[in-house]
Structure formats: structure tokens, C-alpha cells
């Protein structure tokens, strides 16, 4: 759990707000099916604050797959004020690839993930920006909440190629109607699977 706290007139603070987030995670095993990692992430911020301060989505715009962050999401897209997100990765570890025998060799392993996310903006965070919609000076970042509904996406991928490579084809599902967002990526990341 971690806790984030403002208080206005200290140390050059504008704004009292408090905020509280929740993390757990868990790895469950599916005998030769392989295993899942599933992280669960709750949060929340109370007081009124301008849309700088609010909590701000992980995204990333890099082709680098990460675990932890959207990979399909735009940086500063959606914001939140309370929020709650699941991610689930299933590592097959070869149980498909390996019965077929020139695969077998190169001990390829199957990886596939879901992301959810879900929040919120209160009406009263919402009196220094007009959320989903299009702002009307070009210079203004475009801003959207989740109240339409949950950002989702998944994957499905290879990893252990060349002992280090992990190569993911990135679908998004929801919010494809926003500007300038992509509903397909390959990521890649250089690690070591265990």
C-alpha cells in the first residue's frame, strides 16, 4: 500500500488531496499448463485537484513491452481520481510449442495477458477540464476519463527467443474511437524467463 498526501501552504503546496493506493500480486501454477501472474491494483484520491495531479495511467508509447503499464495506451490519455485494474499473464512455458518437433529444439514459450483498467472522475475534479471531449485550442492536451467504461487489452506473444527475446502482438479493445490511438503493436523485451 502507499500513501501520497498534499497539504496546501507546505513546502509551496497548492492543494490538500490524499492519496491511497493498494497493490497485490500472486502467482498461481497450472501443474504442465504453466502459470499466471495476476496483479491486482486499486487506488483513490480525495480533493479537488486540477487534472495535473490526478492519477495519471501507465502508458507506454515505446516499443518495449511492459508488464506493468498499458502498451497500447497514449501518455496522458486517461486519468482517474479512483480506479481499480487487473492484469493477468499465462505463461505456457512450451506446452504447445514443444510437442511439435523441430519447435521443440528451440524451447519457445507461449505467453498470453489481459489488462483491464477502470476508474472514474468525480464531478468535482472536473472543474479545471472538460474530460472526453475536444479541447478547443489545439494546444490543449486531449484528455478522456474511463466513465464510458473499462481500457482493455491483451496479448499473446513468444518469449525465450535466443535465450533473451520476448515478442508480443498488442491488440487494444476499448477507446478506439479516441484520436491518434493504435489498435494493433508488436512490443519486444530482452530479459531472462524463468
Keep these: 500500500m502507499a500513501a501520497q498526501i498534499g497539504v496546501k501552504g507546505i513546502l509551496g503546496g497548492d492543494y490538500n488531496y490524499q492519496r491511497f493506493i493498494f497493490n497485490a500480486n500472486k502467482r498461481f501454477y497450472a501443474s504442465q499448463f504453466g502459470f499466471t501472474d495476476a496483479v491486482f491494483e486499486s487506488g483513490v484520491q480525495f480533493g479537488k485537484v486540477p487534472y495535473p495531479l490526478m492519477i495519471i495511467h501507465r502508458a507506454n508509447q515505446t516499443y518495449s513491452y511492459q508488464l506493468n503499464s498499458y502498451n497500447l495506451m497514449n501518455s496522458m490519455e486517461f486519468m482517474s481520481d479512483k480506479y481499480t485494474s487487473l492484469l493477468l499473464q499465462h505463461s505456457f512455458n512450451g506446452f504447445f510449442l514443444n510437442k511439435i518437433p523441430l519447435l521443440k529444439k528451440l524451447d519457445l514459450r507461449e505467453i498470453a495477458s489481459v489488462k483491464v483498467l477502470y476508474g472514474k472522475v468525480d464531478a468535482s475534479n472536473r472543474y479545471t477540464k472538460d474530460f472526453d471531449t475536444t479541447p478547443k485550442h489545439p494546444s490543449e492536451p486531449q484528455l478522456f476519463s474511463l466513465n464510458r467504461g473499462a481500457y482493455v487489452e491483451g496479448s499473446v506473444g513468444l518469449s525465450n527467443i535466443f535465450k533473451i527475446l520476448r515478442v508480443d ?16 503493436g508488436v512490443r519486444a523485451k530482452i530479459g531472462v524467463d524463468f
Design 169 to 184: 502482438l498488442v491488440r487494444r479493445f476499448t477507446y478506439l474511437d479516441n484520436p491518434g490511438v493504435s489498435s494493433w
